[in-house]
């Protein structure tokens, strides 16, 4: 079975985006990622058999219970550091040898649904997973058959995440496929990127629904897209 995780955090001004809100202030930064969340579930919204929203603090289940609709079940991510979490939810996922299990984060909202599902497609050979992301983390994980002891001891948030990560992954003797880079949006840098991004994408007609977060993008700039 394809289970997808989406760790998502309420948008809560001052508790979201707070590097990004540096630039462009609290209720900005917390709009942004809310047009994030919209965009992410959407387009996710079928992949996959079974999707999660994978979300805290734990107060904020009925927001995310309208977010999640009929689409996705809610899983609580417990205390402790991003490490401990996504160990959480592979262990809770990965329940039989069939399983495919692929977590993603909410903070690249033009992320290609096809890099998903060939995510999934390439745990059918490998035990593990990697889409990595330009500022040294990763966008994807995943893992299949086995829970893979790669989580602990990481430095979160830094540029070494997927460095670190690969290196685990080595140590547990395990296979590795990896995706194409992408790209998250956690700085003013990364803004300007998404910014170009999306205004290209609307201009070649892409299918994607970014409405929401060009719509803030927009608010955030006197050059109309």
């Not at 939810?89 to 993603?104: G, K, P, W, Y």
């Not at 540029?159 to 998250?184: C, E, F, H, K, N």
Request: proline share 5%; with cysteine; glycine share 8%.
């Amino acid at each position: 079975m394809n289970k997808l995780g989406i760790f998502v955090k309420q948008p809560t001004a001052g508790r979201v985006k707070t590097r990004l809100a540096r630039d462009i202030g609290d209720e900005n930064a917390a709009a942004l990622y809310e047009a994030f969340l919209q965009a992410v579930t959407q387009r996710f919204a079928a992949t996959g058999n079974q999707r999660s929203l994978c979300y805290a603090p734990a107060e904020a289940t009925p927001y995310f219970e309208q977010l999640a609709g009929a689409d996705y079940q809610l899983w609580q991510q417990p205390e402790g550091d991003l490490g401990a979490r996504l160990h959480g939810f592979f262990a809770e996922h990965l329940v039989a040898a069939e399983d495919r299990v692929i977590v993603i984060g909410s903070d690249s909202p033009t992320l290609p649904e096809e890099y998903i599902e060939r995510g999934f497609e390439l745990l059918n050979e490998a035990d593990c997973v990697v889409g990595p992301a330009a500022d040294g983390g990763y966008y994807l994980i995943g893992m299949q058959g086995r829970l893979l002891p790669i989580f602990a001891g990481i430095a979160w948030s830094g540029a070494t995440v997927l460095d670190q990560t690969v290196s685990r992954i080595v140590d547990a003797g395990a296979t590795l496929a990896m995706l194409p880079v992408w790209y998250d949006v956690d700085t003013a840098e990364d803004l300007r990127l998404l910014r170009g991004h999306v205004r290209a994408l609307r201009h070649a007609q892409s299918p994607l629904n970014l409405d929401a977060v060009a719509q803030i993008l927009d608010k955030l700039t006197d050059d109309p897209y």
